[in-house]
Antibody, heavy 115, light 112 residues
C-alpha cells in the first residue's frame, strides 16, 4: 500500500524558514517523480514544485522560485521542501503526491505564516 | 499558464440522480507522447484529495464505475451516473501536461 506522510509544518513569522518532509513507502520511491501541492485555507489547489525520480528535472511555480527548494533522499525514501523567506500568502496545507499525475496523496502538513 | 475553468461551482444533486461537471481549458494540452494529462480529483471535507480519473477517461483503482470521464481538446466532463452520499465534496480538474500544472477552481457537490 502506498503511504505518504508529511511532517515539518508549523506556525512561524514572515521571513522565517521551514523544511517539510514527506516519507514514502509502498512503492519504488527512487523511480518515482514527486510533487508538492498546497491548499490555502478554504481555497483550491496549487502545484508548488515537482521533481523527477532521478532529481535531474525540477520545476517551481513562479511565486516560490528563489525561495523554495525541492530535494529528495532516495536512500531514505524521503522528499523535502525547504521553504525560506516565507510570506503570509504561503500559509497553506502542503501535500506531497506520488508522480506528476498526483496518483496518491499524503495527509498534508499545515504551514501558517503570520505577519 | 493554462487556465482551467470548471462549471458549475456549486452542484446540488438528489441521491440517485446523475451529475455532470464541466472543465474547460484555455488551450489544448497534448503531451509529446500523444496523451492528454487531464486528471479529476475528489476531496471530501477534511480529507486529502483523491485521484479519480487520469488521462481524461481512465478510472483509478477502486473508483466506482458510476464515475466516467470524457472530452478532448479544451472541453472535458466528469459524470456521475447515480450520485451516492459518499460523493459529496469538491471535485477538481487538473492538467498535468505543461508546467505549471494547473487546477480548476473546484465544484462543490452537495446532496439536496
Amino acid at each position: 500500500e502506498v503511504q505518504l506522510v508529511e511532517s515539518g509544518g508549523g506556525l512561524l513569522q514572515a521571513g522565517g524558514s521551514l523544511r517539510l518532509s514527506c516519507a514514502a513507502s509502498g512503492f519504488t520511491f527512487g523511480s518515482s517523480d514527486m510533487s508538492w501541492v498546497r491548499q490555502a485555507p478554504g481555497k483550491g489547489l496549487e502545484a508548488v514544485s515537482v521533481m523527477s525520480g532521478s532529481g535531474d528535472l525540477i520545476y517551481y511555480t513562479d511565486s516560490v522560485k528563489g525561495r523554495f527548494t525541492i530535494s529528495r533522499d532516495n536512500s531514505k525514501n524521503t522528499l523535502y521542501l525547504q521553504m525560506n523567506s516565507l510570506r503570509v500568502e504561503d500559509t497553506a496545507v502542503y501535500y506531497c503526491a506520488k508522480d506528476y499525475y498526483v496518483q496518491h496523496w499524503g495527509q498534508g502538513t499545515l504551514v501558517t505564516v503570520s505577519s | 499558464d493554462i487556465v482551467m475553468t470548471q462549471s458549475p461551482l456549486s452542484l446540488p444533486v438528489t441521491l440517485g440522480q446523475p451529475a455532470s461537471i464541466s472543465c474547460r481549458s484555455s488551450q489544448t494540452f497534448v503531451y509529446s507522447d500523444g496523451d492528454t494529462y487531464l486528471i479529476w480529483l475528489h476531496q471530501r471535507p477534511g480529507q486529502s484529495p483523491r485521484r479519480l480519473m487520469f488521462k481524461v477517461s481512465n478510472r483509478d483503482s477502486g473508483v466506482p464505475d458510476r464515475f466516467s470521464g470524457s472530452g478532448s481538446g479544451t472541453d472535458f466532463t466528469l459524470k456521475i451516473s447515480r450520485v451516492e452520499a459518499e460523493d459529496v465534496g469538491v471535485y477538481y480538474c487538473m492538467q498535468a501536461t505543461h508546467w505549471p500544472h494547473t487546477f480548476g477552481q473546484g465544484t462543490k457537490l452537495e446532496i439536496k
